[in-house]
């Protein structure tokens, strides 16, 4: 997926989720006439990661501002 950081959050997770979509509708039609482990589209994940965001809030209303610290928990 090309670099979509300038879209808002809500079109990237549609985006996202269109995408994942796409690719189970895949998926689930080659099941048809393939096995699971012969289709290439389907993948375990390779990791899973947790973290913890924190947003500190230099000033409220108007336009606030402030800054977000995300903490990657242990795996």
Do not use: C
Not at 8 to 29: D, K, M, P, Q, T
Not at 49 to 73: C, H, I, N, Q
């Amino acid at each position: 997926m090309a670099d979509d950081r300038g879209l808002s959050f809500g079109r990237r997770a549609l985006l996202a989720y269109e995408e994942i979509s796409a690719n189970l509708g895949n998926v689930l039609e080659q099941l048809d006439t393939h096995e699971l482990s012969e289709i290439e589209d389907y993948r375990e994940p390779l990791s899973v990661r947790a973290r913890k965001e924190v947003t500190v809030f230099l000033s409220w209303g108007g336009p606030s501002d402030g800054f977000k610290v995300y903490l990657m928990m242990k795996e």
